[in-house]
């Protein structure tokens, strides 16, 4: 079982950046792939970003150029550094790691102010 928890997020004016940061607990071995997506009201949940243990990276297209996704393999650890924050950015984000099964966070707001 793996239990996931992530700090970050709040409030920001557009343009404006904020760090999100998940770090897994429950397993020694290296999780296969880790993420983020996020949902917006009344919105499906979208795939963000996410890096796989050997380093594939996927982005949603919007994000691409103004997000970035890290993680550190042996900590278990994934952030999103993201950048030139829009309002259309403003969801719910959730920590995603797939180890077998899908495992999610409980979700941090990001709300960014035009």
């Known amino acids: 079982q793996v239990q996931l928890a992530e700090s970050g997020g709040g409030l920001v004016q557009a343009g404006g950046s904020l760090r999100l940061s998940c770090a897994a607990a429950?397993?020694?071995?290296?999780?296969?792939?880790m993420g983020w997506y996020r949902q917006a009201p009344g919105k499906q949940r979208d795939l963000v970003a996410t890096m796989t243990s050997s380093g594939t990276i996927d982005y949603l297209d919007s994000v691409k150029g103004r997000f970035t996704v890290s993680r550190d393999n042996a900590k278990n650890t994934v952030a999103l550094q993201m950048n030139s924050l829009k309002p259309e950015d403003t969801a719910v984000y959730y920590c995603n790691a797939w180890h077998g099964r899908d495992y999610w966070g409980k979700g941090t707001l990001v709300a960014v102010s035009s």
């Open positions: 429950g397993t020694v071995d290296s999780i296969n792939v």
